[in-house]
């Protein structure tokens, strides 16, 4: 368990517009009856504790004058907590209202690195449809005009840029008709310039090399979290710190967990953006 006073609430992870009084009401009374609560969902950046998912049952819980709660928690940033959080009640919890699905998305929209994302992405992140997130953006984007605009777009584990035609420049181009045939070298010249595939493949390869940086620190997060786990288990033997000690070692634990996963992910990352550079500088050195 994990002391409320520890939890920080004030990142902007709470994606809700409001929260609902009944909701906290209704498990202040669950949490006096001892009732068994989901975990709320805590990021660790090692200094900070960020509650991403879980605000009615924070709030629930203070009303009830506890003083700890259950939580899950994951290493990350706070911006990894915001990302959760745009989510968090898609499927469970205190169903979302189209004015909480509209906040999470303008969240996304109103931030400079996020709102470069595809509508798609967005939405997935989001939980949402595809269709809000492109009413969203044309809502709050006082500048949108027919000016092509550039968006990352992921595909097969590779982001770049893509530029989005307005209407006006598609429907010139389909009264052009077909398109002429030009020479392969000028094909492969194009398509590498249009995706951008050296530029990629060079960003795909600093990105696997500062993961692996990453899995290293982690790794060591782990391998300290395992020895306390060890260290834990040996002081369980004098009874006077049991309960002390087994709630160190599930928090211990927990950790541990959260580090193999992200561990495991940032793996499947690397992968991926290996083979993302091999595919490129391949195709890059097409002959014509």
Partial sequence: MLDLDLIRIDGGTQ???????????????????GANMPPVIVFYDGTDRWLADGFHRYFGAKAAGLTQIYENITPGTLRDAVLYS???????GLKRSNADKRKAVETMLKDSEWTAWSDRRIAEVCGVGN???????????VNHTDTPANRKVVRNGTSYEQKIASPGAAKSAKL????????????IAAEIKAVGSK????????????L?????????MLAAAHADIASMAKVLDTDEQVATA????????DLARGLQQRINSMMT??????????????KAGQPA
């Fill in 15 to 33: 994606s809700r517009v409001e929260l609902n009084q009944e909701t906290v009401a209704e498990y202040c009374e669950a949490y006096k009856a």
């Fill in 86 to 92: 745009l989510r968090a009640n898609a499927t469970h």
């Fill in 131 to 141: 269709q809000l997130v492109g009413d969203v953006r044309r809502a709050i984007c």
């Fill in 176 to 187: 052009k008709g077909k398109p002429k045939k030009v020479p392969a070298a000028k094909w």
């Fill in 199 to 210: 530029k990629d493949a060079e960003s795909a390869d600093a990105r696997a090399e500062s």
């Fill in 212 to 220: 692996q940086q990453e899995v290293l620190v982690l790794r060591e």
């Fill in 246 to 253: 087994m709630a160190e070692a599930k928090s211990a634990r």
């Fill in 269 to 282: 990352e690397i992968a991926d953006l290996k083979r993302s550079v091999k595919y490129w500088e391949k």
